[in-house]
């Protein structure tokens, strides 16, 4: 089981649609977490980090929740240009690296 | 330039072949990692330097790699006799100082896409 869960989707939505994926990590742990973006060929860009009480950052809002040992990313109003492959990150306790989960892949439709 | 740069992008090795990638970090950041990517998954970690010490390198899949950095800076992954399972995109990253918000942000480069052939 790989330590960082996520469904691969691909999810498909149409423009202004909500949409929301989850991120399930094993080890309890886990310090700091983030959302990346990754577009075709491209290389992975931080979205946004994850904070204890929840962070929204205009249409995109990240949650975490400890006891659950899941993070969250929401979008709302989806553009096409969304459309990319987005990764959770996951950097544990005295450790600097981050362990990636596989990405999700989100194809916003018009 | 003012992001992580590596080299070459793009790389056909035929197999058994040695290729050395290239990595030059953000100037002045501390922290330097080395992560694989295969295709439809994510980056996977490969090993980490602060400044010229390689403080992790727990993973490297086997001993036919090797990555170095000694001034601290530019950084080269080396990758010995390659083999098909090896093909992927090689992703360098850097971030600043560990005690500064700003550590926590890693940067990545746009990576060396590595082909065995």
């Known amino acids: 089981r790989k330590e960082v869960e996520q469904d691969p989707g691909p999810f498909n939505v149409p423009e202004g649609a909500t949409v929301a994926f989850n991120c399930t990590y094993s080890n309890s742990a886990s310090q700091s977490f983030f959302w990346y973006r990754q577009d075709c060929r491209k290389e992975p860009k931080l979205l946004m980090s994850?904070?204890?009480s929840g962070n929204e950052d205009g249409r995109f809002t990240a949650q975490l929740n400890r006891a659950s040992q899941y993070i969250s990313l929401l979008i709302r109003d989806s553009k096409l240009s969304d459309s990319a492959t987005y990764l959770c990150?996951?950097?544990?306790?005295?450790?600097?690296?981050?362990?990636f989960g596989s990405g999700t892949r989100l194809q916003v439709q018009p | 330039g003012a992001g992580v740069s590596q080299s070459p992008r793009y790389k056909v090795a035929k197999r058994g072949q040695d290729v050395a990638l290239r990595c030059d970090p953000i100037?002045?950041?501390?922290?330097l990692f080395w992560y694989q990517q295969a295709l439809g998954q994510g980056p996977e970690f490969l090993t980490y330097f602060q400044n010229e010490a390689q403080l992790d390198k727990s993973g490297l899949p086997s001993d036919r790699f090797f990555a170095e950095r000694p001034e601290g800076s530019v950084s080269t992954l080396k990758i010995q006799r390659t083999q098909q399972e090896d093909s992927a995109v090689y992703l360098c990253?850097?971030?600043?100082?560990?005690?500064?918000?700003?550590?926590?942000?890693?940067?990545f480069g746009e990576g060396s896409w590595l082909t065995v052939v």
């Open positions: 990253a850097s971030s600043g100082d560990y005690q500064g918000a700003e550590g926590n942000t890693i940067y």
């Open positions: 994850v904070y204890s």
């Open positions: 100037s002045g950041h501390v922290s």
């Open positions: 990150a996951v950097r544990y306790t005295g450790r600097r690296a981050l362990t």
